[in-house]
């Protein structure tokens, strides 16, 4: 049984700054691209930051310059450092991994429970 445990929401004045984190555990064979999706109510998912097992991040245009994605392959951790946070940043933060349970087997996307993000003064 795979699973995302996420960490690391919670309550921030505009401006100010947190860091999530997002550990894999379980039996699986390997991880290919991890990556942070935030979602509103009413709104669909988006992505946010995502980074492959090897090669280039990738942004969303919103939090370019502001957002830094980053991961421990040793630790099966994927990390996201939000800096100058703004209320439109306010959204449930989830973590997501696309995966092979076995080595036979084929990707799947696995998902956090998420963990909400509060900007506010």
């Known amino acids: 049984q795979v699973q995302l445990v996420e960490s690391g929401g919670g309550l921030v004045q505009p401006g100010g700054s947190l860091r999530l984190s997002c550990a894999a555990s379980g039996r699986f064979f390997s991880i290919n691209t991890m990556g942070w999706y935030r979602q509103t109510p009413g709104k669909q998912r988006e992505l946010v930051a995502s980074i492959p097992s090897g090669g280039s991040t990738n942004y969303a245009d919103s939090v370019k310059g502001r957002f830094t994605i980053s991961r421990d392959n040793a630790k099966n951790t994927v990390y996201l450092q939000m800096n100058s946070l703004k209320p439109e940043d306010t959204a449930v933060y989830y973590c997501?991994?696309?995966?092979?349970?076995?080595?036979?087997?084929?990707?799947?996307?696995?998902w956090g429970q998420g963990t909400q993000v509060t900007v506010s003064s």
């Open positions: 997501k991994a696309v995966l092979r349970p076995s080595p036979g087997s084929s990707w799947r996307d696995y």
